[in-house]
């Protein structure tokens, strides 16, 4: 088995894991290191749900399947707190509705723009709280990768909690 995410890492197929702050630093300004870094998650992710060597011969539709199994059907409120900890964000409060609009978020290396990380992860946070359903995960996910290098940076933080939560739920 793969080792699970803890407050200072997450786990990366094939290579060393990649810290958390690296990945929102990444993700708030729009670098396709963001999306690799998703990418290798998912492939750790994987490789623990199914115990497969190679979790890249499982087709799509499997890993899926096997994910949407794995996660709570509602919004785990703890283990968003924790992931909150994990951001730094955890002595600020949840807002009722995200700070910026979803667009905000698309193309920021393109728009050579970053963004507050914190502001970020909130919106991220409340985008999953108002979504949580295992088609929305996949929808992050797809749009991620499909638009790669132009993709929207709260898409793969979303993302990114959505396998923190498989993950946890699976301890």
């Known amino acids: 088995m793969t080792s699970s995410p803890n407050r200072d890492h997450i786990p990366q197929y094939g290579n060393h894991p990649e810290s958390w702050k690296r990945f929102l630093f990444k993700a708030s300004r729009g670098s396709d290191k963001a999306v690799e870094m998703l990418r290798l998650a998912e492939l750790s992710f994987l490789k623990e749900l199914t115990a497969h060597s190679e979790p890249q011969d499982l087709q ?38 995200p700070l910026h609009e979803h667009a905000f978020y698309d193309r920021l290396w393109k ?20 979504h949580w359903s295992p088609a929305e995960y996949r929808h992050l996910s797809e749009t991620v990768c499909d638009n790669d290098p132009e993709y929207n940076s709260l898409n793969a933080v979303a993302a990114m909690l959505y396998l923190y939560c498989g993950w946890e739920a699976g301890s």
């Open 111 to 130: 728009r050579k723009q970053s963004v507050n990380t914190r502001e970020l992860v909130l919106d991220a946070v409340v985008h999953c709280l108002r």
């Open 60 to 97: 799509l539709e499997q890993y899926y399947s096997l994910l949407a199994a794995r996660l709570p059907t509602s919004a785990p409120l703890l283990t968003i707190k924790e992931f909150l900890t994990i951001a730094d964000c955890v002595t600020i409060d949840l807002p009722d509705k």
